[in-house]
């Protein structure tokens, strides 16, 4: 574990009360921060409060852009939303994009600096052009025991540069 003890005001980007992560959370955190990782934690354990704090981490130490992928619409706007509310960052840096937003909007959308996105559209975006995978310092992938095979999720990822781009995945189960 780590030899210190972490508190949120580690992370700058968090704003101040906006959550209070437990020492646990902190502690995965510090250790994911610069590395491929997958978290596995029960649900309800605060996966994505790990997220947004790798997030706030990245963003402010290596620059660039985050991706959160997540299976369906209602995740993407859960995790947008959560994000909008917890991380210090200007007002549309933080964008969602689901089968149900227009193309031409989600071209607009790629220009955030933290994209919520559907694996499904992700993929189509890419191949339509709308981002550069190398601008992305941190790829996230919620319910990553759903990437195997040729799941969109396991096509992004590919596109991401593995010197470049962290990979986080994060699940509450994995696959036996």
């Known amino acids: 574990m780590c030899s210190k003890t972490l508190k949120v005001e580690d992370y700058p980007l968090i704003k101040e009360g906006s959550i209070e992560p437990r020492q646990y959370q902190l502690e995965i955190a510090e ?3 610069g590395h491929n990782s997958i978290i596995v934690l029960p649900t309800g354990l605060g996966k994505t409060a790990i997220a947004a704090l790798v997030i706030a981490y990245t963003i402010k130490s290596r620059g660039g852009k985050a991706l959160f992928l997540a299976p369906t619409r209602i995740l993407v706007q859960q995790h947008r939303n959560f994000l909008s509310k917890v991380l210090k960052l200007p007002e549309g840096a933080i964008t969602s994009l689901t089968g149900e937003d227009d193309p031409v909007s989600r071209q607009d959308a790629w220009q955030g600096k933290v994209i919520c996105a559907t694996p499904q559209i992700a993929f189509q975006d890419y191949k339509r052009g709308y981002f550069d995978p190398s601008k992305f310092s941190l790829l996230i992938i919620d319910e990553v ?15 991401f540069p593995d010197d470049t781009t962290q990979k986080i995945g994060l699940t509450a189960t994995l696959p036996s």
């Open 31 to 33: 250790q994911v921060n």
């Open 145 to 159: 025991h759903r990437a195997i095979g040729n799941h969109s999720y396991v096509e992004v990822a590919k596109v």
